[in-house]
């Protein structure tokens, strides 16, 4: 029907999940078709909007993803001085536009420098746990949380650190930059 406006957009985001999709012949050429149909397009990261029109969508509007950061209940922070440590944030051991690897190198060079200890969270269990021990963390200078969390106390959790380190470059929304958007006077680092 001409009376409705379509809008499309791809639930994941990043180039790393996006680029799969659309370079599979079958799959392009679909996409392509559904794009050009629409009215237009919405893309909450910048770096996706190109690829938005080169699919065909007559119009493309970046949105970022908005942060209620105004309603108390998004409001996890903590005073600066019950701060301690250092959190890695990004959660994806093996996603390489994560730089995770290199961050915690980094970080362990950090937290030997400064005496601060890091928390990184494991989704990788036996894996990631083989790569932190490769990385030669001191025995006091690493707290593994295992596993993933549940967004309310991944959040309260990252609120508790001095600084939350990472060099993420996937530009995806949710990810540990705008995270800290919602943990006011958490001084992100990268």
């Not at 440590?85 to 937290?111: C, D, P, Q």
């Not at 309260?156 to 001095?162: G, N, Q, T, V, Y």
Request: aromatic share 10%.
């Amino acid at each position: 029907s001409t009376d409705r406006i379509v809008v499309t957009a791809f639930k994941e985001t990043g180039l790393h999940q996006i680029l799969p999709k659309i370079t599979c012949t079958g799959t392009l050429g679909r996409l392509r078709e559904i794009f050009s149909l629409s009215h237009g397009c919405i893309s909450p990261t910048e770096n996706v909007v190109p690829i938005y029109r080169s699919l065909g969508a007559p119009s493309v509007e970046f949105i970022p993803t908005p942060y209620p950061i105004e309603d108390f209940r998004w409001d996890f922070s903590i005073p600066v001085r019950e701060r301690k440590g250092i959190f890695v944030g990004t959660r994806e051991f093996y996603g390489y536009s994560r730089n995770h690897l290199f961050t915690l190198l980094l970080s362990k060079m950090i937290a030997d420098e400064t005496g601060e200890s890091v928390t990184v969270i494991n989704n990788d269990a036996f894996r990631g746990k083989r790569l932190l021990r490769a990385i030669g963390f001191g025995d006091r200078q690493l707290r593994i949380i295992s596993g993933g969390l549940p967004y309310s106390l991944y959040m309260k959790e990252m609120a508790s650190h001095k600084f939350v380190f990472q060099l993420d470059n996937s530009m995806v929304p949710g990810q540990v930059a705008g995270d800290v958007a919602a943990a006011p006077e958490t001084h992100l680092v990268g």
